[in-house]
């Protein structure tokens, strides 16, 4: 067994973000500012979008990006119930009601036709959920949307990198909301991106994002800029600061690098773990690139003596960090006793929420690293194996 505990997920933080930062920092101009501009239109034109926008988080980018787009009270938008809470949080923030439709249990993202059936005259958006880092179906997902004059939303938190018949997220005419957490593909801290090809949604987005200020508002303390400045609605305080783009900067020209690296390991545990008591991820049926934010099998609980939450405290047991990503959404009690939501209500998604784990992957994770989660997860079956 190690020695030390192996975290599930560790950003890889060169001395080129470190000098970025110290340099912001010995600037003075450490909030919204050059190098927040300068991170937008690099990773704007990374994804391959017309706007962008920087924000102190996805969560916020998604809040706005729905009031953006004229989400509110009476209105319905649909989502998966496999996500974090915030894509159902946002719905509900702005006076909205979610609606969920059911997922595929082997590509964790959701049906197309399951989609479909949940639109009604009052559907106003449906946000697509790329789950670990594939892409859902964005092709017939689309065309639903145009026919019913359905705006598209994508949480893309998972999705940096993430490509769809050779167009990467970010592309499409759809509003996208990336995350740097730092746990994700490439990391500011904490910080979000909000990429749409609508400019009207991308003015909106602006405004909310910092009380209701042009989005040049920040320039007024600069050399040549004006001091005014106009409120034109009430909004947030939503933005990301320099300190946050400076590591971005350096970040991003490692993506490629990063996702390559991902692949390899996961391709490794694809190997290593055939024949384990998990059902191994599983690729979506369309041309696609993999981002792999996350590993995350399935315990097969028909093969072993303990579920998946014992599995995981067992790993950890072992020194192993893990995650879970996600608990269904709609079995949470606030949305369970607000909508009366059961389990059953969406059977694929129970399936995958009782039985998800995410295993330790990261860029700078070794092989000796990665042969111990083997190693555990050999034992485990060993030992409450059928």
């Known amino acids: 067994m190690r020695d030390t505990f192996l975290p599930f997920a560790k950003p890889s933080i060169g001395d080129e973000e470190i000098a970025e930062v110290a340099d912001s920092l010995r600037s003075g101009w450490i909030t919204t500012g050059p190098k927040t501009e300068r991170f937008t239109s690099e990773f704007k034109e990374y994804v391959g979008g017309r706007f962008a926008a920087a924000l102190s988080s996805a969560t916020a980018g998604l809040h706005v990006s729905l009031l953006a787009h004229g989400i509110g009270r009476g209105d319905e938008v649909i989502t998966s119930p496999m996500t974090f809470a915030a894509t159902l949080n946002v719905i509900v923030l702005a006076g909205a009601t979610p609606i969920l439709a059911d997922i595929d249990r082997h590509t964790l993202n959701v049906r197309v036709e399951e989609v ?90 602006s405004l909310l994002k910092f009380h209701g200020m042009d989005r040049n508002a920040w320039k007024r303390f600069a050399k040549a800029g004006s001091p005014r400045y106009d409120i034109a609605l009430p909004g947030y305080k939503y933005n990301m600061m320099d300190i946050q783009a400076a590591i971005g900067l350096h970040q991003l020209p490692k993506l490629d690098g990063f996702i390559e690296k991902r692949g390899a390991i996961a391709a490794a545990y694809d190997r290593d773990l055939a024949g384990a008591p998990l059902f191994l991820p599983e690729p979506v049926p369309w041309q696609s690139r993999h981002a792999w934010h996350l590993y995350a099998p399935l315990v097969d609980l028909d093969r072993l003596t303990i579920d998946r939450d014992r599995f995981m405290a067992e790993l950890k047991e072992r020194n192993i960090g893990c995650g879970l990503h996600y608990s269904a959404a709609h079995e949470f009690s606030y949305y369970r006793e607000r909508y009366g939501w059961q389990p059953e209500d969406y059977p694929e998604a129970h399936f995958v929420s009782e039985r998800i784990v995410s295993l330790p992957l990261f860029p700078d994770m070794t092989e000796e690293e990665r042969g111990d989660v083997v190693e555990a997860i050999r034992d485990i079956a060993k030992k409450f194996g059928r």
């Not at 005259?121 to 892409?135: E, F, L, M, W």
């Open 116 to 205: 479909e059936k949940k639109i009604t005259s009052r559907t106003k958006a449906i946000i697509p959920v790329h789950y670990v880092g594939q892409p859902c179906d964005m092709d017939p997902l689309l065309e639903v949307a145009s026919a019913k004059g359905i705006a598209v939303v994508e949480d893309a938190a998972h999705a940096i990198g993430t490509e769809y018949k050779g167009r990467r997220i970010g592309s499409f005419p759809t509003t996208s909301i990336f995350s740097f957490h730092p746990n994700k593909n490439i990391t500011t801290g904490e910080g979000g991106m909000v990429v749409t090809n609508d400019e009207a949604v991308f003015e909106k987005v």
